[in-house]
């Protein structure tokens, strides 16, 4: 079982920046992937980043290429994105949420794969 919390949503203007975290409890932290997702009123849920349960390798939507960079701290039980340049779509709840790490890579950007998910944090971009 792993209970996930975000934090470090709020209103940012347009260029520029915000760090989320997500604290997850429980002791097997490092046995899931970790992924980061975002869901705006009436759009689906859209994948953002995932990092591998070791921190070694990331994935990333090609929309956040360059703008983000999801890291962990497995003795902290502690994941983060953080956003550059934010743009005003990239408004949106933002979630994490942890994907059983036996999966492989494969399914990182099907958030239906996902096992955990915390209960969001609003990031609003303003123009």
């Known amino acids: 079982q792993v209970q996930l919390v975000e934090s470090g949503g709020g209103l940012v203007q347009a260029g520029g920046s915000l760090r989320l975290s997500c604290a997850a409890s429980?002791?097997?932290?490092?046995?899931?992937?970790m992924g980061w997702f975002r869901q705006a009123p009436g759009k689906e849920r859209e994948f953002v980043a995932l990092?591998?349960?070791?921190?070694?390798?990331?994935f990333y939507a090609d929309s956040e290429k360059g703008r983000c960079t999801i890291s962990r701290d497995n003795a902290k039980n502690m994941v983060y994105l953080q956003m550059n340049s934010l743009k005003p779509e990239d408004t949106a709840a933002y979630y994490c949420?942890?994907?059983?790490?036996?999966?492989?890579?494969?399914?990182?950007?099907?958030?239906?794969?996902?096992?955990?998910w915390g209960q969001g944090t609003q990031v609003t971009v303003s123009s």
């Open positions: 990092i591998r349960w070791s921190g070694g390798r990331t």
């Open positions: 429980g002791r097997t932290f490092s046995s899931y992937d």
């Open positions: 949420a942890a994907l059983p790490r036996a999966l492989g890579s494969m399914y990182y950007s099907d958030y239906r794969r996902y096992s955990y």
